[in-house]
């Protein structure tokens, strides 16, 4: 089993930061793939961000990209979302989410998810 638990939303102004934290517990030696996804209201839930957690490597949502940068720091078990430049359209709720099989990829439901974090940007 692994546990996730998203911090650091909160509400910011158009054109400021966040960094979005996930801490993973649990068997986290288990997970192969790790990923950010948001839900705005009234919307589907969409992958904004992706990480193959052996290889470092990183898939991003075309229509964030430059914008945001998934990192990991593997001795403390944490996944990062590096929000810049935040537009009131990235207002959403923010889940971090794990995938410990190995057919895991970007378009690939992870199997584990963490309880979410909001994101607000004002205009």
């Known amino acids: 089993q692994v546990q996730l638990v998203e911090s650091g939303g909160g509400s910011v102004q158009a054109g400021g930061s966040l960094r979005l934290s996930c801490a993973a517990h649990?068997?986290?030696?288990?997970?192969?793939?790790m990923s950010w996804h948001r839900q705005a209201p009234g919307k589907e839930r969409e992958t904004v961000a992706f990480?193959?957690?052996?290889?470092?490597?990183?898939y991003y949502a075309n229509h964030v990209k430059g914008r945001i940068t998934i990192a990991q720091d593997n001795a403390k078990n944490t996944l990062y979302l590096q929000m810049n430049s935040l537009k009131p359209e990235d207002t959403a709720m923010y889940y971090c989410?794990?995938?410990?099989?190995?057919?895991?990829?970007?378009?690939?439901?992870?199997?584990?998810w963490g309880h979410g974090t909001q994101v607000t940007v004002s205009s």
């Open positions: 990480i193959y957690t052996d290889r470092g490597i990183t």
């Open positions: 989410a794990a995938d410990t099989r190995t057919n895991c990829g970007y378009f690939v439901d992870p199997n584990y």
């Open positions: 649990g068997y986290t030696d288990s997970i192969l793939c």
